[in-house]
Each structure stands twice: as C-alpha cells, then as structure tokens.
C-alpha cells in the first residue's frame, strides 16, 4: 500500500466542505483526510475542476474550507 492508496482509505471519514459566502446551504464537499487532503487522484475529472475552482474562489465565492466527520 502506497501513500496514494492509505489516503484514499483514509479519505471517507472526512469531506473538506467549501461553503458558499452568498448562498447558505450550497457549496462543494470533496472526501479528505483529517488534516483535509484531499486525493486528487481519485476525484472524477468533474469534481477535480470543481475542487481547484473553489479553492481558487475562497474569500470571493466562498468561506475558507473546514474539516467535519463524514
């Protein structure tokens, strides 16, 4: 098991939430490890666009990302 696969493991008991600054209950959710990782190789092509475009967006269309237990 390389470091890839235990964070993948690792990556369902944790979801790095992006909320929307302007829209309460809208916002993005990416499966994560506790320190909030998340593994890049294993999102869709979709949801990889989706995570780089809201971290990219953070303090313009969203809040700062937080860490919750799935």
């Known amino acids: 098991m390389n470091a890839s ?10 979801e790095l939430r992006f909320a929307s600054l ?3 209950g809208r916002g993005y959710v990416f499966p994560c490890d ?4 998340v593994a890049l190789d294993d999102l869709s092509d979709c949801a990889r ?6 971290r990219t967006l953070i ?3 969203f ?5 919750l237990p799935r």
């Open 49 to 54: 666009c989706n995570y780089f475009y809201a």
């Open 59 to 61: 303090g313009r269309d």
């Open 22 to 24: 302007f829209d309460p």
């Open 34 to 37: 506790a320190s909030g990782r």
């Open 5 to 14: 696969d235990a964070l993948a493991a690792k990556s369902t008991e944790y």
């Open 63 to 67: 809040r700062v990302p937080c860490v």
